[in-house]
Antibody
Framework: QVQLVQSGPEVKKPGASVKVSCMASGYTFSSNAFSWVRQAPGQGLEYMGWISAYNGETHYAQRLHGRVTMTTDTSTNTAYMELRSLRSDDTAVYYC??????????????WGQGTLVTVSS | DIQMTQSPSTLSASVGDRVTITCRASQSIGSLLAWYQQKPGKAPKLLIYKASTLESGVPSRFSGSGSGTEFTLTISSLQPDDFATYYCQQYNTLWTFGQGTKVEIK
């Protein structure tokens, strides 16, 4: 069965960076893209960007452009999301989600369990 | 960017009620719309895609309709397990979520 298992919670100081991992199993890794979605406390879902595990194509949400990088490692079936220059308003639960296909124009059919990132001085 | 607007933001209902949530897109997205259910402390779960196709394992009391810019999610008879927050998502141009509709106990 398809599983996405994310890394554990992180506490970071403002200005630092965080890298969250998402290990996939139960399917052929390169057959699907990944998206990263975050949810601030008590708020809705915010699309951050996506990466194709097939060819590494990426797109990042405009408001995060320049601070976020998404990568994949096909040798370990793991997707990564790095966010730099952290601010207090980056405090959120970060989810990886599998796109139901190799590229865009598909919904998200499986989700990781979420990783809480807390930014505090 | 395509904006998605859900209404209402909160809905109070009782077990057995018929519940309808509306989602409007700022421009036509065809039928490329999904609905997700999220419970507190959990990841969202895909319920419906392509506006009206039920994801495998989702109870038949859930249904979706619409195309273009107006969409609805209907729960025909609300069950205790259905109290949650529901999000629409367009995937016609990248992805955008609505702001969510919380279905709470009346």
């Amino acid at each position: 069965q398809v599983q996405l298992v994310q890394s554990g919670p992180e506490v970071k100081k403002p200005g630092a960076s965080v890298k969250v991992s998402c290990m996939a199993s139960g399917y052929t890794f390169s057959s699907n893209a990944f998206s990263w979605v975050r949810q601030a406390p008590g708020q809705g879902l915010e699309y951050m960007g996506w990466i194709s595990a097939y060819n590494g194509e990426t797109h990042y949400a405009q408001r995060l452009h320049g601070r976020v990088t998404m990568t994949t490692d096909t040798s370990t079936n793991t997707a990564y999301m790095e966010l730099r220059s952290l601010r207090s308003d980056d405090t959120a639960v970060y989810y990886c989600a599998r796109v139901a296909g190799v590229g865009a124009y598909r919904p998200f059919d499986y989700w990781g369990q979420g990783t809480l990132v807390t930014v505090s001085s | 960017d395509i904006q998605m607007t859900q209404s209402p933001s909160t809905l109070s209902a009782s077990v057995g009620d018929r519940v309808t949530i509306t989602c409007r897109a700022s421009q036509s997205i065809g039928s490329l719309l999904a609905w997700y259910q999220q419970k507190p402390g959990k990841a969202p779960k895909l319920l419906i895609y392509k506006a009206s196709t039920l994801e495998s394992g989702v109870p038949s009391r859930f249904s979706g309709s619409g195309s273009g810019t107006e969409f609805t999610l209907t729960i025909s008879s609300l069950q205790p397990d259905d109290f949650a927050t529901y999000y629409c998502q367009q995937y016609n141009t990248l992805w955008t979520f609505g702001q969510g509709t919380k279905v709470e106990i009346k």
